[in-house]
Structure formats: structure tokens, C-alpha cells
């Protein structure tokens, strides 16, 4: 199974509450901070959500 990497970009002052839990459930809280996540359809929904603050690099295992 492939990984994806996820950096938050952007900063989430100003966006809707909905996009802001995304962020905390991707396990993301600032500028700057990257996490890993299996690759799976439901994170890549909420990446989708998200699009306009993350960047994702996807990593093949």
C-alpha cells in the first residue's frame, strides 16, 4: 500500500469550521507541519476538502 505525505500550507484563520476539523483529523495544527497517512478513498475525500491548504506528496512502498 502506498503512503501519502500531507503539509499544511495555508493557514486555517478564516476558513469554515468544517475544513478546520478536517485539518485536526489529518492530525495537521500549523503551517509547516507534514504527516503520513496510508493512502485510502476516504482520505483522499478529505484531502480534496482541504485542497487549497495542503501539499501532498505521494510515496510509493
Request: net charge positive; proline share 2%.
Amino acid at each position: 500500500m502506498s503512503t501519502v505525505r500531507v503539509t499544511q500550507v495555508r493557514s486555517e484563520i478564516g476558513t469554515k469550521q468544517r475544513h478546520r476539523g478536517t485539518l485536526r483529523a489529518l492530525g495537521l495544527g500549523g503551517i509547516g507541519k507534514t504527516v503520513e497517512h496510508e493512502d485510502t478513498p476516504q482520505l483522499r475525500g478529505m484531502l480534496r476538502l482541504v485542497a487549497s491548504l495542503v501539499r501532498v506528496e505521494e510515496e510509493v512502498s
